[in-house]
């Protein structure tokens, strides 16, 4: 995990790792008008599971479609397997991948289909589209569902503080005070899983977006940056002062994802900055996962402008190699409905809702899940900053440490980030770097 970005939103593909698939044969059309199409995805579990569901789901509606899954590492690795697929023209027919601005790299309008206007798209929320998009033109539908990053915090510590939800920052240090006065850890920390640093800084996009609204563009153009804004040093801020009040953990500097989750989830610990897609895996194994932890926003300075960040999910895309088109839009079509949503659910506990028109979460739902819904539907919502700029830097979660920690100060820490992106910025060439 080589970049900051990059790690958050690919959280979910490092909670297992699961054996490979049998790798198809690629496409092909058999004499009796049957279809074959070669599936490729990441080879984390909660991708597999959710691949393996909408397959089945699809070829019991469409039996002479056959979908045979391939399977390819997570991370940098990955991603390289994808762009040299797609260069060299040897691409499956369809392929699962990020959405936002990692799209970019992939240069869609030579390798991908253009979907835009096609009846694929009808079921797709109309605010999904932009982080699938490029140059004015849509490539994909949403693949799974989406994931908060923000405050998992325990209900039933809540309720036994008498703690009400914050929509502040301020009064969010207030319910910290109250826990810690009770005995119990305010805020985990695990910085032994770098990448579980960066939440305050990543999950506080929404507040940004809101205070300034052109963020991401002037980011991008390399017009504002970080460590002179104060609505985007915030997040730093906020890592500087939970440490400096003492709110941590013991230990936080060498615990795990894992530990911080167990701790979470058994009450030794209120509130834990984290991504939704933590939840589902544990509850099997602790089912009060489930109902005793929800999720808020990082809460920003103005109450009336509460909300929450989320990631948008991976996409499925049809390369412009594919020789079986109709096919590969019949079972795109098909994962944006609200049918194939309703498959999955059945095979993977939603970490939050589905960008599809119509589709609900199941009743049983993780209530982070539901928390997450609430925040949908009243349109409070922005997207991580990594889906509407490409600017990211590989150091940001050994930064966020640094300063969660106490050994940086956050300004310099937002600045040492600002320096950070500019190689990356340089290399992908854009204007005002």
């Not at 989830?265 to 089912?287: C, D, F, N, R, W």
Request: glycine letters at 10%; proline letters at 6%; aromatic letters at 8%.
């Amino acid at each position: 995990m080589k970049t900051s970005h990059r790690t958050l939103g690919t959280a979910l593909a490092v909670l297992a790792t699961a054996a490979l698939t049998s790798c198809g044969s690629g496409s092909q059309s058999a004499a009796d008008g049957s279809v074959t199409l070669s599936f490729l995805v990441d080879n984390s579990q909660a991708t597999l599971d959710t691949a393996k569901a909408l397959a089945d789901s699809f070829m019991r509606a469409n039996p002479t479609i056959k979908i045979d899954t391939e399977t390819r590492p997570g991370g940098s690795e990955g991603d390289n397997i994808v762009k040299t697929r797609l260069s060299t023209g040897d691409m499956s027919d369809v392929f699962w991948y990020n959405s936002g601005s990692l799209l970019q790299a992939l240069n869609p309008a030579q390798t991908m289909v253009d979907l835009t206007g096609d009846p694929v798209l009808a079921g797709v929320q109309k605010d999904f589209l932009p982080v699938v998009t490029q140059g004015g033109k849509v490539y994909g539908v949403p693949a799974s569902t989406a994931m908060g990053g923000g405050i998992l915090y325990n209900r039933r510590v809540y309720d036994k503080l008498g703690l009400q939800v914050p929509k502040t920052w301020a009064e969010f240090m207030a319910n910290n005070d109250k826990v810690k006065a009770a005995g119990i850890t305010p805020v985990i920390s695990t910085f032994k899983d770098t990448w579980t640093s960066q939440l305050f800084v990543l999950g506080d996009y929404y507040n940004v977006q809101a205070a300034v609204p052109a963020f991401a563009r002037d980011y991008t153009a390399n017009k504002v940056k970080f460590a002179t804004t104060p609505a985007a040093r915030a997040g730093f801020d906020h890592l500087a002062e939970v440490h400096a009040k003492g709110l941590l953990n013991e230990g936080f500097g060498t615990a795990t994802a894992d530990q911080g989750m167990k701790m979470l989830i058994e009450g030794k610990g209120a509130h834990y900055p984290m991504l939704s897609a933590q939840l589902p895996p544990l509850v099997a194994t602790m089912p009060q996962a489930a109902t005793d932890v929800g999720f808020f926003g990082v809460p920003g300075s103005d109450p009336a402008r509460n909300g929450a960040t989320i990631w948008e999910p991976a996409a499925l895309y049809v390369p412009k190699t594919t020789e079986n088109l109709d096919a590969a839009k019949k079972f795109l079509a098909f994962v944006a409905s609200p049918a194939a949503a309703d498959a999955v659910s059945k095979a993977v506990q939603p970490a939050g809702p589905y960008r599809i028109q119509g589709a609900k979460l199941p009743d049983d739902a993780i209530q982070v899940a539901k928390d997450l819904q609430a925040y949908i539907d009243k349109g409070a919502t922005a997207p991580a900053l990594e889906f509407v700029s490409p600017v990211k830097g590989p150091s940001l979660e050994q930064i966020t440490v640094a300063v969660g920690s106490g050994l940086t100060a956050p300004a310099e820490g937002a600045a040492q980030y600002d320096k950070d992106v500019e190689k990356q910025a340089k290399q992908l060439g854009l204007a005002g770097w």
